[in-house]
């Protein structure tokens, strides 16, 4: 049974960098997509982007000027990176697969709370 | 690309059915058959419930079903029960390699 489990910092100053890692167990991140999906208090879910494991990208346009994310299959983790980080970047942070073919999320993270604040 | 658009809300007595609507573009929902439906309880991560518009995953009860018309998905619930309250989130694969989730609707069962 694939397992992911999101890593990181809970708390970031404003203007700062948010760093999280997901990390895979009970399988192999090779041959897939991954994706980084968050979750503001009391909002909806928004996709944040994703990334294969040849490590090629694509990004929600409204974050791409701040996001990154990267593949380490040696690890078999991915991460993100989001900087200049504001009070809006509040949120649960959830990583999970996409299925093969690529057209759902078929295994998810139980989530990390990311709090900015000074 | 904005969100995909669901009602905020809707309810249900137990046993009852209720449709939950997913209204995007033809540069998503219409264009592709690749919407699915995830159902989060409060607090949980949220867990696939339907798949390429109107595939059931294993495990997952036959009363959810999906279908599509034009730019618009729907998820139905028939024979609601109290476990089904929960909020539900629409999602879609749309033109230029990027994903979608709808706002998300919030299931009351009466």
């Known amino acids: 049974q694939v397992q992911l489990q999101e890593s990181g910092p809970g708390l970031v100053k404003p203007s700062e960098t948010l760093s999280l890692t997901c990390t895979v167990s009970g399988g192999s991140i090779n041959n897939y997509f991954w994706t980084w999906i968050r979750q503001p208090p009391g909002k909806g879910l928004e996709w944040i982007g994703f990334?294969?494991?040849?490590?090629?990208?694509n990004y929600n346009p409204s974050l791409k000027s701040r996001v990154t994310i990267s593949v380490d299959t040696s690890k078999n983790q991915f991460s993100l990176k989001l900087n200049s980080v504001t009070t809006t970047d509040t949120a649960v942070y959830y990583c999970a697969r996409y299925s093969s073919p690529p057209y759902f999320l078929d295994y998810w993270g139980q989530g990390t709370v990311v709090t900015v604040s000074s | 690309q904005s969100a995909l658009t669901q009602p905020r809300s809707v309810s249900g007595s137990p046993g009852q059915s209720v449709t939950i609507s997913c209204t995007g573009t033809s540069s998503d929902v219409g264009g592709y058959n690749y919407v699915s439906w995830y159902q989060q309880h409060p607090g949980k991560a949220p867990k696939l419930m339907i798949y390429?518009?109107?595939k059931r995953p294993s495990g997952v009860p036959d009363r959810f079903s999906g279908s599509k018309s034009a730019n618009t998905a729907s998820l139905t619930i028939s024979g609601l029960q109290a476990e089904d309250e929960a909020d539900y989130y629409c999602y879609s694969y749309g033109v230029s390699n990027y994903w979608l989730f709808g706002g998300g609707t919030k299931l009351t069962v009466l």
């Open positions: 390429d518009v109107g």
């Open positions: 990334i294969y494991s040849s490590g090629s990208t």
